[in-house]
């Protein structure tokens, strides 16, 4: 089992919709949840940090965590053309003694005008 | 203004030309990272410092050297570089290995 999974894509919705990005982990014991989006041959940006099960809301965003299903999510309401990116999942994982922040491969994201 | 710098940011050289890029964070971060990424193979970490003359290999360390003499600086030295090592380049920092992690512009290397 892959460390950090996340589908690659692309996820095309349209304008104002609702987009929904999922992320599965294998680590039982991460305590911290990280999205970032990366622009096309930009770097990747952080958006997003979640710490404990449920939501956080920051403008636009909500990010879901469920550590008894190793399951984090990423919402984006009101989805914006801006939007389109790859979207990167990252979650600390145990590995030789000490947690390593670890990256899924990150789902495109494609929002049509 | 807090950050990551890598020079150069576009690169085009020859085969076995030696070539390092710069990586420098402002940040006071103990953990600096370097990653390639290609098209559909994610980003793949190529060596990592836990701190000043501290390194180790990460995923895909052939072809490269690192060095970590100062704290905020990191470079990426490629002593013969080969057409295989064209890709997108990013350094990385934090406080700690598991930490959210801040990255440097980029750097876009071609080797003809």
């Known amino acids: 089992q892959k460390e950090v999974e996340q589908n690659s894509g692309p996820l095309s919705v349209p304008e104002g919709a609702i987009a929904s990005l999922n992320c599965t982990y294998s680590d039982r014991g991460s305590q911290s949840f990280f999205w970032y989006r990366q622009y096309s041959g930009k770097s990747p940006e952080l958006i997003m940090s979640?710490?404990?099960?449920g939501d956080k809301e920051d403008g636009r965003f909500t990010a879901q965590l469920n550590k008894a299903s190793q399951y984090v999510s990423l919402l984006i309401r009101d989805s914006q053309p801006s939007d389109s990116a790859t979207y990167l999942c990252a979650v600390p994982v145990l590995n030789s003694g000490y947690s390593t922040l670890t990256f899924g491969k990150g789902t495109m994201l494609l929002v049509s005008p | 203004e807090a950050q990551v710098t890598q020079n150069p940011r576009y690169l085009i050289t020859v085969t076995g030309k030696k070539l390092t890029v710069t990586c420098s964070q402002n940040m006071n971060h103990e953990y600096m990272s370097w990653y390639r990424q290609d098209p559909g193979l994610g980003l793949r970490q190529i060596y990592y410092s836990m701190n000043v003359e501290v390194t180790d290999k990460g995923d895909v360390p052939e072809g490269y050297k690192v060095s970590r003499k100062e704290k905020r600086n990191f470079p990426l030295i490629l002593e013969s570089p080969s057409p295989n090592q064209t890709s997108l380049y990013f350094c990385a920092s934090s406080l700690s290995p598991g930490a959210e992690q801040y990255f440097g512009p980029g750097t876009r290397l071609t080797v003809t």
């Open positions: 979640i710490y404990s099960n």
